[in-house]
């Protein structure tokens, strides 16, 4: 009998890429720090779990930017990817009326003193915009793991205000870098090379908004085939990422050596 799997933790990460002229864009990635004990000294896209805030915020109206309808649990979730970017990195996208570093820093002092969002932007008599968060790809495991992520991946344009910092506790260190040189790095682990890989394929962040709109944001849940008595990690073929099947045995298995999806996690 098959054991059914317990639900998946929601959760979003955010690709934020800075433009540059004549050159390909930069994004920003944290290296987790090396004491957790998930997917530990990974280098990863900011982002984490949706809290409960999260969906309060996406009821509220008056804090957010009017525009195209968004479904209730899209827009939840680009809320949590806000949020996860400011605590993590200090950059604050999609965050409207917003002209000041010092309240930037303010802002991310308090999220990191438990403050949910909303209150922090309502006090500040801010508003959020999600329409500048782009829906990009979806990713969760349909094994059996210690931790199982339904992770939504969004992209956004990295905005101008603030210096982007390592919170110094669950990131380390930071570092701006294309898409390509970001894949130089070995300590990645499968979603984010596959990732990495696809949004390479933009020259700009224009690009990048209508290479992911050409496909739809359908779940992709990785399996294993055989094939020519080798084992790979594979992925649909359909969705816009140019690399489809890794071998397993190159996969990263974090700390189950077993278990090659340990670290489909956010980022």
């Not at 094939?227 to 700390?255: K, Q």
Request: glycine share 8%.
């Amino acid at each position: 009998m098959t054991r059914k799997l317990p639900p998946a933790i929601p959760a979003a990460t955010i690709i934020l890429l800075r433009d540059r002229p004549g050159a390909l864009p930069e994004i920003p990635m944290i290296g987790r720090g090396a004491h957790l004990s998930f997917a530990a000294s990974r280098m990863v896209f900011p982002g984490g779990r949706v809290d409960p805030d999260d969906h309060s915020f996406a009821g509220r109206p008056e804090l957010l930017v009017e525009g195209p309808a968004i479904d209730p649990d899209d827009l939840a979730h680009r809320i949590t990817a806000i949020r996860e970017t400011i605590e993590e990195i200090g950059l604050a996208p999609g965050l409207v009326g917003l002209d000041d570093a010092d309240r930037l820093a303010a802002i991310r002092a308090a999220l990191h003193g438990g403050d949910p969002l909303s209150a922090i932007v309502e006090r500040h008599g801010l508003r959020i915009d999600p329409h500048g968060i782009h829906p990009f790809a979806r990713w969760r495991p349909d094994h059996e793991l210690s931790r199982r992520f339904d992770t939504r991946f969004y992209i956004a344009r990295a905005p101008d205000l603030g210096e982007a910092r390592a919170d110094g506790s669950e990131s380390s260190h930071l570092v701006w870098a294309t898409a390509e040189q970001h894949l130089a790095n070995r300590a990645l682990i499968f979603p984010t090379i596959r990732n990495l890989e696809r949004i390479g394929q933009a020259e700009d962040f224009d690009c990048a908004v209508a290479l992911a709109g050409r496909y739809p944001i359908d779940m992709v849940t990785p399996w294993i085939e055989t094939r020519a008595g080798e084992h790979f990690l594979c992925i649909p073929d359909t969705l816009g990422y140019p690399v489809t099947a890794a071998p397993l045995a190159e996969v990263d298995r974090d700390s189950d050596p077993n278990n090659p999806l340990i670290t489909l996690n956010p980022g």
